[in-house]
């Protein structure tokens, strides 16, 4: 699908700063690299600045129309935000600067399109990790949200939140979700045997895909394990802390819990190209999570024809909608009410994964990109940022 309309408009400088790229930041890394090479081969008439302060190899001959700038600099620097990078914008001649991770820039924010994936930090504050300099980092984040010219969100819930501690965004926010990458669907049963031998899995399973920060629930999931004791589960994600969260270790999760270490196996960091066999092994995938701003394994495991079993938190019922059954996280007796349900009825299961699947057809990186060029083009030609 083409992003371009029959009487185009004047073309436009798009810059986009793409500095968490490669920085083990997995969900913005996603929707960056997913969205920008969407933008790169569905839209010929702009031309694309992509921005960071050090290489991106894929980012390289992407596309003609699309220049990687590196602009060195320590990652997390906000002279890089402030100093370095306008310089270089204000020398491009950049129509638009779109930041796809909520950075900080204090420049003119008339230009600037800036993506708003949750609110997580002010939702769930217990689950965070703060000081007074991260809380003043994040109020300033907001207030510079507050006077972009364009704001993205990935759901109706974040809209929604955004909205609720401030509602003089209303007019300026467009809800754009994220899209489904290739490659995830059910692969050949070969393939599948092979990736379960590999990791040494046994049929049938339960899954959960994602990190092991508190905000993902998982110690509440084992408390509603210990009255599951015919399931097994595989956990499926980096073990390590997630930037700004609290994280628990694998070990430090199952402590309370001894009896479930013969049934709960923590795989640690998974290859993305096993992820679509993992997903089509299991018998069911569970997200417990506390707040989601979009839940992308729920629609991976749609996709890869795995029905569904999550938190009515957050994003999570809009994404799911009709292709999941919903518990309240915060009960384990209703979770593994639910778990049980899911696990022992294939008919549920079957019509599920039916219904899911034709409501996750909505979910493209192409449809992003088309709605994220609408976007750009809602901000008139002049000259370029100052």
Known sequence: ??????????????????????????????????????????????????????????FENLAPHVESVHLPSPIHSLDWTNRILPKQVKKDRVDVIHFPASS??????????VTVHDLSFFRLRDERLTSPLIDLYHRL????????????????????????????????????PCGLRQGFVAPPTPEISATLQKHEISSPYALFVGGIDRRKNLHTLFKAWRDLEHIPLIVAGPTGSTPGARSQSPEELLEPHPGLSSRVRFLGYVEDRELPALYAGARIFVLPSLYEGFGMPVVESLSCGTAVACSNAGSLPQVAGPGALFFDPLDPSDMARTVTKLWNDPETRGQLVAQGQQHIEQFTWNEAARRTLEVYSEIPIEGGIA
């Not at 996603?30 to 894929?58: G, K, M, Q, T």
């Not at 900080?104 to 399109?113: A, Y």
Request: net charge positive.
């Open 104 to 113: 900080i820039w204090f420049r003119n924010p008339s230009r600037v399109v």
């Open 141 to 176: 984040q907001f207030a510079w949200i507050a006077k972009a010219h364009r704001v993205i969100v990935v759901s109706e819930k974040t809209r929604s939140d955004l909205i609720e501690r401030n509602p003089s965004l209303a007019d300026r926010i467009r809800v754009i």
């Open 1 to 58: 699908m083409s992003c371009e309309s029959p009487h185009p408009a004047p073309p436009q400088i798009i810059g986009i700063d793409v500095r968490v790229v490669g920085q083990n930041r997995r969900g913005f890394e996603i929707y960056i690299r997913e969205l920008v090479s969407a933008l790169a081969h569905s839209d010929s008439h702009n031309r694309y600045r992509l921005y960071a302060p050090h290489p991106i190899p894929e």
